[in-house]
């Protein structure tokens, strides 16, 4: 159980923005890239440069806002695809993050720098509890303030939101900016669990938060979806995983089951929608 609260929340916080982002209406692929990155810039500034490794951090997840920033940039300015534009993204920062590591891990051996991913408080894993003040958080700004009722306008209908007066382009980069953020938080957190900082971290991350949210109830067609829905996809995906490693089933199998997983609750989502249109 420790175990799982542990690698929970590094998929989870990634999965809490995701939510924001889809009920927008848009799709946000880059954040296992960003949390890639969020590690390798950290181990650069820390090992490479001599800042403090509480600066190092705060920086690695800066660098994730500012891919975020990028990406509602592309979206919202450009008006490029938020598919095409966050899939471009994934792959210059994951080849951005290979470039400035060189191709190599580093080693980030520092004991208040695990604590953030491998300590715990009267038994809870740290990182879990992160997750849980991040999931009171963000379920506060959607249910209950202005700038949540504006994503989920946006995301049932952008035009009508626009004539409605809804700031559009200003939400969704926050939503994006948002998304980067916290995947950066969640890559120092893998990194502080690793205890080093690996280019290749993170692959996959996007697909499995995306599979949570679209599992608790969120549909890809924006504007509905709750984050209490996310929070027990999130727990079934990572319940299922845990179950495949201690039942020994190899690991070309827990991809099959994964991108399974993904299909089902896609389709489930559709269907859903063609029910509800024909009610």
Excluded: C, H
């Excluded at 695990?114 to 408080?121: E, Q, V």
């Excluded at 998304?179 to 690996?198: D, M, P, R, T, V």
């Amino acid at each position: 159980m420790v175990n799982i609260g542990q690698t929970l929340a590094t998929t989870g916080i990634v999965a809490v923005t995701m939510t924001l982002v889809i009920i927008s209406g848009g799709i946000d692929l880059s954040v296992g890239s960003v949390a890639a990155l969020a590690g390798v810039v950290t181990s650069l500034f820390w090992t490479f440069a001599g800042l403090p490794l509480a600066v190092a951090a705060l920086l690695g997840i800066l660098a994730g806002a500012a891919v975020g920033a990028l990406n509602g940039f592309m979206v919202t300015r450009i008006k490029i695809s938020p598919l095409i534009a966050t899939l471009a993204a994934f792959s210059i920062v994951r080849g951005l993050a290979f470039v400035i590591s060189n191709g190599q891990t580093n080693q980030l051996n520092n004991d208040a720098f695990k604590f953030l991913g491998r300590g715990a408080i009267a038994g809870v894993p740290f990182s879990l509890i992160l997750l849980v003040t991040f999931f009171v958080l963000f379920w506060f700004l959607l249910t209950n303030t202005k700038a949540g009722r504006n994503i989920m306008a946006i995301g049932g209908n952008a035009e009508a939101s626009r004539l409605a007066g809804i700031p559009i382009n200003r939400t969704l980069m926050m939503v994006y900016v948002l998304s980067g953020l916290f995947a950066g938080i969640s890559g120092i957190l893998i990194a502080s669990q690793l205890a080093l900082s690996a280019p290749r971290a993170a692959m996959g991350m996007e697909l499995t938060a995306i599979a949570a949210v679209v599992l608790g109830g969120t549909s890809l067609s924006g504007g509905k979806g709750t984050l209490v829905g996310t929070l027990l996809g999130v727990l079934i995906l990572r319940i299922l995983d845990n179950g495949l490693v201690l039942m020994n089933v190899s690991s070309f199998y827990q991809e099959v089951a994964s991108g399974g997983v993904l299909l089902l609750a896609v389709g489930f989502d559709q269907v859903r929608l063609r029910i509800g249109e024909r009610a």
